[in-house]
């Protein structure tokens, strides 16, 4: 029950942000999208080090010297992955009027659902292969320090959630339907998690790898999209300060609940 509890935790995040579609009566003011866009990136970015890598490099100790091997074959796989997805998936990202990925005639608001629901696969990932290793339990990884991980991509999936939802009630959707995209935009973590999960526990040798998977999927998120569109135009000094707030939060959460 737990586990299950865990990997709904960011899902939870995003439904609760696409909420506030029914709550906020105009668009986001571009400071405060820019805030949240910081804060989202400082959060992965710290759950990539403390929740991912560190844990991947601790379960190769007994390689030695060589023990950063899967920490750094994974990152680069993931960011591989990520990169080979962004070039195969059609999708649309808000600031941009020509989509990417293959080519397809597929409405501008399913484009924008895409290209959230393809940088929500890697959250999906962290949080099952976290509790993939507190399932292992030789990974160091606590159930304390799986449940941190996920609070805190639920904590900048909330942010993200009201991200999607609010601009897609601007493009003249009503309020339920820009909830309801808002919502599915996040339904791939906890399938991803689940399917990590499973994968996991059949492979058990390859969950350094997988940790680090995670880390580089999430961190080639935030390089490529999160952090250029939060440095875009004015208060970009609004960003690093969300991304400082997001990042101490989330190490606060893994050191202290870990």
Request: proline content about 5%; glycine content about 10%.
């Amino acid at each position: 029950m737990s586990l299950f509890v865990g990997v709904m935790i960011p899902f939870v995040g995003t439904t609760l942000g696409a909420a506030c579609v029914f709550f906020l009566k105009n668009e986001m003011k571009p400071f405060v999208q820019k805030a949240l866009l910081g804060f989202a990136s400082g959060v992965m970015v710290a759950a990539s080090v403390w929740s991912l890598l560190i844990p991947s490099m601790d379960m190769a100790e007994g390689m030695g010297k060589f023990a950063f091997v899967p920490a750094a074959v994974g990152f680069l796989l993931g960011i591989a992955f990520l990169l080979f997805m962004d070039k195969v998936i059609p999708h649309q990202h808000l600031d941009c009027n020509e989509p990417e990925g293959m080519k397809c005639k597929a409405s501008k608001t399913s484009m924008l659902l895409f290209a959230v629901t393809l940088h929500n696969i890697p959250e999906g990932m962290a949080v099952g292969v976290a509790f993939a290793g507190m399932l292992n339990g030789n990974s160091g990884i606590t159930m304390a320090g799986a449940f941190a991980l996920a609070i805190g991509i639920a904590i900048q999936n909330f942010p993200e959630g009201a991200i999607i939802s609010m601009p897609l009630k601007g493009t003249g959707l009503s309020r339920k339907k820009s909830f309801v995209y808002g919502t599915l935009s996040g339904i791939v973590e906890p399938i991803g998690a689940f399917l990590t999960i499973l994968l996991a526990s059949y492979i058990e040798p390859m969950l350094p790898y997988l940790l680090a998977f995670a880390a580089g999927a999430m961190l080639y998120v935030v390089v490529e999209e999160l952090i250029p569109e939060s440095a875009e135009g004015e208060h970009s000094n609004i960003a690093t300060i969300g991304f400082a707030v997001g990042f101490v939060i989330m190490m606060v959460l893994d050191v202290a609940l870990g």
